[in-house]
């Protein structure tokens, strides 16, 4: 025997957003019924269904379906408000017996569904209130065509009473969904492109009217491309709150942020980017995309008013950087780009150092930077290689050192080490000499091979003293030829710091009360470096850059 077909009420009960409704299609001259269709319906957007799961499943996870259910929820709340006042206690220790039977008849079926976080509302506004609650939702049968949801909103912050009491008053709901808020019982749905979006927000940060003062409303694109030093300190900073996550590969969130984040912050794919760009409580966008992919989205998030927090290259195309800092200035708004090792506290000392001339005049720098565990090849391919992933930070951060646009002079050698690197024509281990004007003689030794612990070291010798940055472990202990690490440092949590103190000035810069570090010159000599560095591995041959202008289009080096 072949398994049984679903019937329209087996879908109904198996999705509580849908519904079946009959339709009269013909009726007797006496006025009796003859002939009943039945539609399955979805109630928040009183839309008909497909009889498909699949289609089923595609429209409850709809960016539209969202919408249409939290206004349904926020309008039928502020609707009977007034109801709460109005009606008696509930004894839930006697098993609800004392609701009134018309509100709940003998055969109403209950189905408990936690609400971890419920909101209020002020000026249409949602913040969320600082206790628990749970729900509990029944469905009446008040005719044969008509179904009713009735939702009792329990406190459980004041369920700790005596067997046989009532709770209190102030915390219980009930809110009525079948009637409707709107004249002639038609309710007010929210059009496939309005603005009218509302999402659970972290709590603590919140209060009368949305946001509380202070605190900033961010987006992040790009959550399988990012850094967990970056998500770390977005979940640890109290004086922003992330509102949404655009990613279609949404099984790498629980990867990336906790539960209770997630649990708080509106999740949307790609397709509906344009619901975060005019949400006007969102402040700044953090783009993790990839450079190319990333582009677009910081012109359009430009263009929509937010500032923008760029974690990776802006691009490796001249024009397209330019225009992004164009359009910047253009706009008004901040452009953050995420060269990162300038905010590490350790490097910010060296600088302190250098530019205050504790070191007299600077003679050699030498820079270690073999990452652990290794970038997969997949995430090597499109982010341009070690050049522009590995290479280039170092780069930043010894032209900052020493107060350069670039050097005079570079030559670099590679060798990849790794047979499916080589096979991209890339390298994964790369040694790196520069000689800049101030006569500072610049090594740099990035490998993308690290046994057991990320290797971070940078030396500064000058004509007056030397300071060294050592690799950072928690326990402070050096190691040498010891069989296991004493204690395995990662690439993200070795910069976790500096990430940090980057997502704090981007928060400063969105407040006005700083300007972006990095600059368009700075962020354009930078690549052109990177790219200057790529040219002599591939031609084996120093590169002269003492006349050389910032110039060219696409700045990485094409592999013939």
């Known amino acids: 025997m072949g398994r049984k077909k679903k019937s329209l009420h087996d879908y109904a009960a198996e999705f509580c957003d849908l519904s079946v409704k009959r339709h009269i299609v013909e009726k007797k001259e006496g006025g009796e019924i003859r002939d009943l269709v039945e539609i399955l319906y979805c109630k928040s957007c009183e839309i008909p269904m497909s009889v498909r799961r699949d289609r089923i499943l595609e429209h409850l996870a709809s960016a539209r379906h969202y919408r249409n259910k939290r206004l349904e929820k926020h309008t039928s709340a502020r609707l009977h408000a007034t109801t709460l006042l109005m009606s008696p206690p509930v004894d839930f220790a006697a098993g609800m017996s004392v609701l009134d039977q018309s509100v709940l008849p003998q055969s109403s079926s209950f189905v408990f569904r936690p609400n971890p976080c419920p909101t209020s509302f002020s000026n249409n506004i949602p913040f969320p209130v600082s206790h628990h609650q749970n729900m509990i939702s029944f469905r009446t049968s008040v005719s044969n065509s008509t179904t009713n949801t009735v939702t009792i909103r329990h406190d459980m912050a004041t369920s700790n009473f005596p067997s046989g009491s009532s709770p209190p008053f102030n915390g219980l709901q009930v809110l009525d969904h079948s009637h409707s808020s709107r ?4 309710r007010h749905i929210v059009p496939e492109t309005s603005n009218d979006v509302v999402s659970n927000v972290t709590e603590g940060r919140y209060g009368d009217g949305g946001l509380m003062g202070g605190c900033i409303g961010l987006a992040l694109f790009g959550i399988c491309s990012g850094n967990r030093a970056l998500f770390k300190s977005i979940e640890e900073e109290s004086g922003c709150c992330l509102l949404y996550i655009v990613e279609d590969c949404i099984q790498d969130l629980e990867c990336a942020f906790s539960a209770d984040i997630l649990a708080n912050t509106r999740v949307v794919r790609g397709q509906d980017v344009d619901i975060v760009l005019n949400d006007q409580r969102v402040s700044g966008i953090i783009i993790c995309s990839l450079a190319e992919e990333g582009s677009e989205i910081v012109l359009d998030a430009l263009r929509a008013g937010k500032g923008v927090f760029c974690e990776k290259l802006l691009s490796l195309d001249k024009q397209m950087a330019e225009s992004c800092f164009d359009e910047a200035a253009r706009c008004g708004k901040p452009l953050v780009c995420g060269l990162y090792k300038r905010f590490d506290p350790a490097v910010q000392f060296l600088y302190k150092k250098v530019h205050n001339k504790a070191l007299g005049r600077i003679q050699r720098i030498v820079s270690v930077s073999r990452t652990y565990p290794s970038p997969s090849l997949s995430y090597i391919k ?23 646009n670039a050097p005079d002079t570079i030559f670099s050698l590679g060798h990849a080490f790794c047979q499916e690197i080589a096979a991209l024509q890339d390298a994964d281990t790369v040694l790196v000499s520069m000689k800049f004007a101030s006569g500072a003689i610049v090594t740099l030794d990035v490998s993308q091979h690290c046994t057991r612990s990320s290797d971070q070291r940078l030396e500064v010798h000058g004509s007056e003293g030397t300071l060294k940055m050592d690799n950072q472990n928690v326990l402070g202990i050096t190691e040498q030829g010891t069989p296991r690490p004493v204690c395995s440092h990662l690439h993200y949590d070795r ?45 084996g041959s120093a590169v002269d850059l003492r006349n050389e202008a910032l110039d060219g289009t696409v700045i990485k080096t094409e592999v013939p």
């Open 495 to 539: 910069y976790k710091d500096a990430y940090r103190e980057l997502l704090k000035h981007f928060l400063k810069t969105l407040k006005g009360k700083e300007q972006p570090f990095i600059t368009k010159e700075n962020f354009l000599w930078t690549i052109q470096v990177a790219a200057a560095v790529e040219q002599s591995w591939r031609n």
């Open 183 to 186: 004249p002639g019982g038609q």
């Open 382 to 404: 499109k982010t341009g290689g070690i050049f522009y992933d590995g290479v280039v930070h170092d780069l930043d951060t010894v032209c900052w050192l020493l107060g350069e």
